[in-house]
């Protein structure tokens, strides 16, 4: 029998045991009945079992449980539900890894026989690098925005970042489909002013348009962007489905596939409940098949810490169950000023997202991405 | 220029004032950018508004803001990436209210022209009750389970449960596809014993698939669930999508919906962050289609409040910009002996949720379910 092992950080809170509580896990997320009403080959091939549960601190707790890959079924969204579905409503209840190896190669009856449960992603960083031409030193992005441009005023902006040498440019999580720059009509703006560049620099740049969506409008969107030679797609998991990301990494025709955390804030806020940062988005949505991992920055506008970033882009680059390795793309809190020391903290196997700083600049946006390249050009 | 608004209960931490911080959801959740690098007219069409701000309390403070309509363009993801995409990653602000009533007859662009971007329950309190034939008491319902049981298994639960009269008979919302009891032979047996039954009692009861998973196969398992005159379907919106809700609420073949809130837990779980209980599954999951709001009751497993839950209820059921109705269906902590309580605190146009406790009757399921109908019929 299959099966894979989840490890949780627990909190005990008043009024409340251990034993009781991860023995509750086990059967919560299984049969979701109480212990006496089950039978025993139920009780022995069904529900969770305990592997470890050992006490690191005042109330808290470091517990293994294994579950039979038998409940997950081949599909993301019952796998996401024996993982965090039922005890997403308890407090006290923080994942924390899981036994990826034990997952690797495990099929998925999804889009063809070939795909897999957990596909990592199609390119990882070997592949973006390959792509871009660029195969050792640390890679630039930047976002188009602001809301409320029009296709043509972005696509000049795109123009400008990458005259200046940005190596991605991608849509703003918030551009969708609205009718100052609808979807379509933006990314073939984008696509000419980023072959206009092209032409003149002689060095490709990858422009990753935002293709979130509900998942009819994600696949047309998806194509779209393939058939104008986008070099990627960004999708903010959290609001179209997790799944979205496994079933875009194992298209025929994948592109390098962007993962953007918004809607995912409730899950890691909160110490000791719902994920790890470095879970969530260095470990979960790589397996799910995410290239580009984005996330808040130390230091920017939200209360990510440096360490916290640090133990993201670890889980994102480490050998992983013989998933390809994704890029960390860390976003906020960079400026031109600041940009050298995290690179030293970050290393070269990085995507740093530049934004505000970059429109703040004075000599305009080509002058800032300019010295944004030669920066990280060493 | 159309609008609507969002109230917010936002709590102010050390080091930030209340004026920045609720400035700074005006700017995070449409420009994203430095308010320097913004041109007038942006700044006045696309930024966030703010109506309202008033202290409630030591560091607490209740806002709103307005935002254009045009941000959001004519998709759920986009509008709850608006409501709530990046600032789900700061904490101290929780959503407890909007605007239906500006959102009501907003047109999406989805699946028909007729399409809404909010629809509302496709058949709500009125249309179940029609469908059920039962004009006036309080409704019965239970889940099949344990997972691990055969289709045939789950068939043999289900015939029992509808002999001794429960109205709805759900899956459990951990069936999926699983090997044990693969979803289209588990719906042809379940339809086939409920067929057996109502030949048997003379009277109708509904039973609901989970047809949760990826949209491919979500439209594939509806159209199985409809193709067996299944009484309806459930999914779990936080693992699909919750775009999920609107698109099968607006089919031409609508069944009626139950949300399941597996996965949904980090939103509500921490006071002043997130979403509060009733905005989320009494508002949000109405407004996008949810015929049936599933949610743990108080006293049971989890730690839901009686008051949380009457908001809850309240919620579902208030007159709100035209929307149809929709039943809350409490589960846990309901047992034969407390129900009578619990039908007095949450009134009859409500479905009361049975689950363990029938499983556990001395003398088997369908007098369990007999108690409980005979209970209910009052």
Redesign the interface.
């Known amino acids: 029998l299959r099966t894979f092992t989840v490890q949780y950080d627990i909190t005990v809170l008043e009024g409340e045991s251990i034993g009781a509580k991860v023995e509750?896990i086990c059967f919560?997320?299984?049969?979701?009945?109480?212990p006496?009403?089950?039978d025993i080959?139920?009780h022995d091939?069904?529900v969770g079992r305990i592997l470890l549960c050992e006490k690191t601190g005042e109330s808290r707790y470091r517990a293994e449980i294994e579950w039979p890959l038998?409940?997950?079924?081949?599909?993301?969204?019952?796998f996401?539900?024996?993982l965090?579905?039922?005890?997403?409503?308890?407090?006290g209840i923080c994942i924390t890894g899981l036994s990826w190896e034990k997952l690797a190669g495990v099929p998925s009856y999804?889009q063809s026989d070939s795909d897999q449960l957990f596909p990592g992603p199609a390119y990882g960083i070997p592949g973006i690098r390959e792509r871009l031409g660029i195969p050792e030193r640390p890679l630039s992005a930047t976002?188009l925005?602001?809301?409320?441009?029009t296709a043509t005023e972005l696509a000049d902006i795109c123009y400008r970042f990458a005259l200046g040498g940005i190596d991605i440019i991608k849509d703003?999580?918030?551009l969708?489909?609205?009718?100052?720059a609808p979807f379509r009509e933006r990314v073939k703006a984008c696509m000419e002013a980023m072959q206009r560049a092209a032409d003149k620099t002689g060095r490709n740049s990858m422009y990753i348009p935002n293709i979130?969506?509900?998942?009819?409008?994600m696949v047309e969107r998806f194509e779209i962007a393939r058939d104008h030679g986008a070099g990627g797609v960004m999708i903010?998991p959290?609001?179209?489905?997790?799944?979205?990301l496994a079933?875009l990494a194992q298209r025929d025709d994948a592109l390098p596939l962007a993962a953007h955390?918004?809607?995912?804030?409730?899950?890691?806020?909160?110490a000791g409940?719902?994920f790890t940062k470095a879970f969530l988005y260095g470990e979960l949505w790589r397996a799910l098949g995410a290239d580009l991992i984005i996330y808040?920055n130390a230091g920017g506008?939200?209360?990510?810490s440096r360490e916290e970033c640090l133990a993201i882009n670890e889980a994102a680059r480490r050998p992983m169950a013989g998933f390809r390795s994704s890029f960390p793309m860390p976003g906020g809190g960079m400026q031109r000023a600041n940009l050298p020391e995290w690179v030293r903290a970050y290393g070269p196997d990085t995507v740093y997202l530049l934004?505000?700083s970059l429109?703040?600049h004075p000599e305009g946006i080509e002058a800032a991405a300019r010295e944004i390249s030669e920066l990280l050009a060493g």
Not at 212 to 217: K, S
Not at 238 to 244: C, R
Not at 301 to 304: A, G, K, T
């Open positions: 509750g919560e997320q299984s049969v979701e009945m109480p006496d009403t089950i080959d139920i091939e069904i038998l409940n997950t079924g081949p599909e993301i969204t019952q996401l539900n024996v965090y579905g039922n005890i997403s409503m308890k407090p999804r976002a925005k602001p809301m409320g441009l703003d999580h918030g969708a489909d609205q009718p100052y979130t969506g509900d998942w009819p409008e903010s959290h609001l179209t489905g997790l799944w979205a079933a955390p918004a809607f995912s804030g409730s899950h890691i806020l909160h409940s719902g808040p506008r939200f209360s990510y934004g505000g429109y703040q």
